[in-house]
């Protein structure tokens, strides 16, 4: 089993910066990916960026490139995700989430069916 634990929402102006944390335990060859990913109200669960966890290969949904950046700590055992010059359409449940997959594919990395395991959500609110 895997646990991930998240921390690091809030509310922010837009134009500002917040750093969400996820820290995940278990057996680490249950995974070989970390996404992110956010829900807003109404909507479908949506990609924003993964990360390999051997290699640390990255990977963005469009609209976060040049603005969001994924990143892991192995010897603190955690996966960062910064985001910078927040919008108002970033407001979402942010969740972090574990799975095992193929490397390189977009079509598995970006789909939340292929993530096993799920982290409670943090909050992200951008005040226009």
């Known amino acids: 089993q895997v646990q991930l634990v998240e921390s690091g929402g809030g509310l922010v102006q837009a134009g500002g910066s917040l750093r969400l944390s996820c820290a995940p335990s278990g057996r680490t060859f249950n995974y070989n990916y970390i996404g992110w990913f956010h829900q807003a109200p109404g909507k479908e669960r949506e990609f924003v960026a993964a990360i390999t966890w051997s290699g640390g290969s990255t990977y963005y949904q469009d609209s976060v490139k040049g603005r969001f950046t994924i990143s892991r700590d192995n010897a603190k055992n955690t996966v960062y995700l910064q985001m910078n010059s927040l919008k108002s359409e970033d407001t979402a449940v942010y969740y972090c989430?574990?799975?095992?997959?193929?490397?390189?594919?977009?079509?598995?990395?970006?789909?939340?069916?292929?993530?096993?395991?799920w982290g409670q959500g943090t909050q992200v609110t951008v005040s226009s």
């Open positions: 989430a574990a799975g095992r997959m193929p490397y390189g594919d977009s079509r598995y990395y970006t789909n939340a069916n292929n993530y096993n395991y």
